[in-house]
Structure formats: C-alpha cells, structure tokens
T-cell receptor, first 116, second 115 residues
C-alpha cells in the first residue's frame, strides 16, 4: 500500500533563512504522481506542484524548488529566503496510476513557522 | 473563477444528532472528493464521485456516513447519529477528471464539533 512520510512535524526559522521540507514515499506502482499542498492558517489547502514519476527533473518556481529523487523515494521541497507569509502546514501527497483510485494519500504534514 | 465552496463553515451539534455538509465543486469539474482532517489521523480520504458513476465509498469510516451528488455537481455528506470522534474538519475537493495525474482543488472545509 502507498504511504507518505513527513518526518518533520514542525520547523521554525527566521525570515530570510532557507528551509527544506522532507517527503519520503512508498509505492509499488511504477507510475505515480506526487504533490505538495500548502495549508495556511485560513485552512484552505492550496495546490503547489505535481510531479510525475517518470520526470525526475527538478523544478523551480520563484523562491520554491522541488527535488525529486526516485533512488531515495524522496520529493523534498525547499523555500529560499523564507518569509512570514510562508508560515503554514505543508502536505506531501501521492496518487498511484494503477490502483484504480485517484484519491490522494497524504503525509501528516509539516508545520513551518517563519518569524520576523 | 469561483473555487470550491463548502457550507456551513462551522457546525456544532449534539451527540446523536444528524448533520449535513454541503460542497459546491468548481464548475466543469467532474470528479469530487471528500476528506476528513483531524488531529490524530491527519487527512483521510472518505468518498469520491466521478460524473454520474457509482461513488467509491471505500474510505467511509462507518455506515453512519453517506454522501450523494445531485446532477453531477453539488454534493452532500451526511453523518447520522454523530459521535464525538466525528469532530474534525471535513474537506471537499474537485478535479477536472478522475485521474491520478490531475490536481485536486480544495474548499475551505467545514469544522464539525460534536458535543
């Protein structure tokens, strides 16, 4: 069965620091999709990125970057020069192409606190 | 455009009462999902609908939980004889299609408190 592990429960940084959120996944499928979502204090989950299992190219979007490594089953998320507005809970999630389900399996989330 | 909307935003009910939670997906999205978020369990899948097909109910925790989707759009999640362990935030999401590759867009959730 699929599983997503976010070992960091809470991370505290000071503004402008770089921070990396870890995500490790388990799946038996060869085709799968990985996602990151942000949940700010308002509560609404916001989609950040999707990565296909057959595309290991890293991606950068502004201050955000993602490092996907199939060899270690990891999909880590780095925020460069963090800002107070980055404070939120971040969830990593997985869906499998061959399971017959399109539902997401989420990690427990990492709470990021950025102080001024 | 308009995102996923849910109502009510907060619901307090007494143990044993029935509650109905509503979700309006993004227009044109054929797939709709319900999840539950609680402190101890994180985010759990409950049920999903794809168009007019029979729903996948594999995540429903008990037979007190049911859901319907009318006209392929609005969905209602019903919890009968509520228990204190049902207290959680219930999140609805929709996606363009029921495919693992499509991202899901979430509503703001309904916070349910059972006293």
């Amino acid at each position: 069965a699929q599983k997503v592990t976010q070992a960091q429960t809470e991370i505290s940084v000071v503004e402008k620091e770089d921070v990396t959120l870890d995500c490790v996944y388990e799946t038996r499928d060869t085709t799968y999709y990985l996602f990151w979502y942000k949940q700010p204090p308002s509560g609404e989950l916001v989609f950040l990125i999707r990565r296909n299992s057959f595309d290991e190219q890293n991606e950068i979007s502004g201050r955000y970057s993602w490092n996907f490594q199939k060899s270690t089953s990891s999909f880590n998320f780095t925020i460069t020069a963090s800002q107070v507005v980055d404070s939120a809970v971040y969830f990593c999630a997985l869906s499998e192409a061959n399971s017959g389900y399109s539902t997401l399996t989420f990690g427990k989330g990492t709470m990021l606190l950025v102080s001024p | 455009g308009a995102g996923v909307s849910q109502s009510p935003s907060n619901k307090v009910t007494e143990k044993g009462k029935d509650v109905e939670l509503r979700c309006d997906p993004i227009s044109g999205h054929t797939a709709l999902y319900w999840y539950r978020q609680s402190l101890g369990q994180g985010l759990e899948f409950l049920i999903y609908f794809q168009g007019n097909s029979a729903p996948d109910k594999s995540g429903l925790p008990s037979d007190r939980f049911s859901a319907e989707r009318t006209g392929g759009s609005v969905s209602t999640l019903t919890i009968q004889r509520t228990q204190q362990e049902d207290s959680a935030v219930y999140l609805c999401a929709s996606s363009v299609r029921d495919r693992p590759s499509y991202e899901q867009y979430f509503g703001p959730g309904t916070r349910l408190t059972v006293t």
